[in-house]
């Protein structure tokens, strides 16, 4: 079974809007990934909380759509997939959802798969979505309901 890298960029807090790149906040809380070593296990622990993501994530969505205030970005939790099957859990910088397609920029240091990196322009179908993060100037966060629960999660 191949290895699964969920990064769980949790500093990922915005100080710009997403036309120019993202710029961390000093108050986001610090990068914290999980290797796990059975992706079955952890499909299983952090399906509560892709769910309540799901759930949730119209409502998120059209505040997006609306426009944020000023300081505050959205991202959106998916996973790479390279060419040797290996995964990865990363967040989109979201620029836009149109017809189901979220296009955005790789806003996670990249550490298992090849061909990706940070920064680089990423599209994917919202049904691909698994959490979702809206970041504040001040450091604080909604969403992110995975990534909250992964700075719990213990691989062993």
């Known amino acids: 079974m191949k290895h699964i890298l969920l990064s769980t960029v949790l500093g990922l807090l915005v100080t710009g809007s997403l036309a120019a790149d993202p710029v961390l906040s000093p108050n986001a809380p610090k990068d914290n990934p ?30 997006f759509l609306v426009g944020l205030p000023k300081g ?5 939790t998916t996973r790479l997939t390279d060419k040797s099957g290996n995964v990865e859990q990363v967040f989109i910088a979201v620029q ?18 090849e061909g990706y990196r940070h920064g680089d322009a990423y599209s994917f179908p919202e049904s691909a979505m698994i959490d979702w ?8 966060e909604e969403g992110n309901f995975v990534g909250k629960f992964l700075d719990t999660y213990s691989t062993r």
């Not at 993060?133 to 604080?140: E, Q, R, S, W």
Request: hydrophobic share 45%; no cysteine.
């Open 34 to 63: 999980v290797r796990a070593e059975s992706a079955a296990r952890m499909e299983k622990a952090i399906a509560p909380y892709v769910a309540q993501a799901k759930a949730s994530y119209q409502q998120a969505k059209q505040r």
């Open 72 to 76: 505050h970005s959205f991202f959106l």
């Open 96 to 113: 836009s959802i149109s017809n189901g397609l979220v296009t955005g920029k790789v806003w996670s240091d990249i550490e298992r798969v």
């Open 133 to 140: 993060l809206i970041t504040k100037p001040d450091g604080a």
